[in-house]
């Protein structure tokens, strides 16, 4: 009988995609309209055990393996109310690493000792906001609290276990128009949250990749 799927194992799967690379599946409308000006942002992409409440349903990774997000604030003028990762804006001489490190810090209150950043991910263009995003894998090796800090930017901090993610009954499409055309994106509705836009895009990549996804209908269409 096959071993049942430990934290190592995930960790050490993480740690291989981040060696050997991504290649992002995107549209032909996610192209910035002016990259010599586009700022540069990274976001942390930290899983680990957040909690003890295990997954709802089974699959190809540990029960109690969590992926932290965030709800943005209705208020701000991109992406209001949008469930995300930690991140924001590089500063002056910081590497992506550092920046989303400090961002999610600042966001969500974490403790930065327990993080163990694994690496980068190649960047994704977001064009809405005119930004190039580092997605930056992290392990949370020792687990701190974590809550919204700034409530004008998150209004909400929580974990979400990836075996749910995974579950197809939890997969679907959000369908919206872009540079005049109309496109399908990937989107998880799980327990009331909907990860959708350039979260659901990394997510499902970076699943993808790493050989965690289960086969799901693309057909169901939620919409935001």
């Known amino acids: 009988m096959t071993a049942a799927p430990s934290d190592a194992d995930a960790r050490a799967e993480l740690v291989a995609l981040v060696r050997r690379g991504i290649e992002w599946r995107v549209d032909a409308g996610r192209v910035l309209d002016a990259p010599a000006t586009a700022r540069h942002a990274a976001v942390l992409v930290l899983f680990g055990r957040l909690d003890g409440v295990p997954a709802r349903a089974g699959g190809p990774v540990p029960a109690d393996l969590d992926v932290l997000l965030q709800r943005r604030a209705a208020t701000l003028g991109h992406h209001p109310g949008q469930v995300s990762f930690p991140g924001g804006g590089l500063e002056p001489?910081?590497?992506?690493?550092?920046?989303?490190?400090?961002?999610?810090?600042?966001?969500?209150?974490?403790?930065?000792?327990?993080?163990?950043v694994l690496g980068t991910l190649a960047d994704l263009a977001l064009p809405v906001s005119n930004h190039r995003v580092t997605p930056v894998p992290a392990w949370w090796a020792r687990p701190s609290a974590v809550a919204a800090v700034d409530h004008a930017e998150t209004v909400d901090v929580f974990r979400v276990p990836v075996a749910d993610l995974l579950d197809p009954a939890n997969r679907a499409v959000v369908v919206h128009r872009r540079a005049g055309a109309t496109v399908r994106t990937p989107a998880f509705?799980?327990?009331?949250?909907?990860?959708w836009g350039f979260t659901a895009m990394v997510l499902d990549g970076l699943f993808d990749a790493v050989g965690w996804t289960r086969p799901w209908s693309h057909e169901r269409v939620v919409v935001p």
């Open 189 to 195: 509705e799980v327990a009331g949250i909907l990860v």
């Open 93 to 116: 001489g910081e590497t992506a690493e550092q920046a989303a490190v400090r961002e999610a810090v600042e966001e969500t209150g974490l403790d930065p000792a327990g993080v163990e």
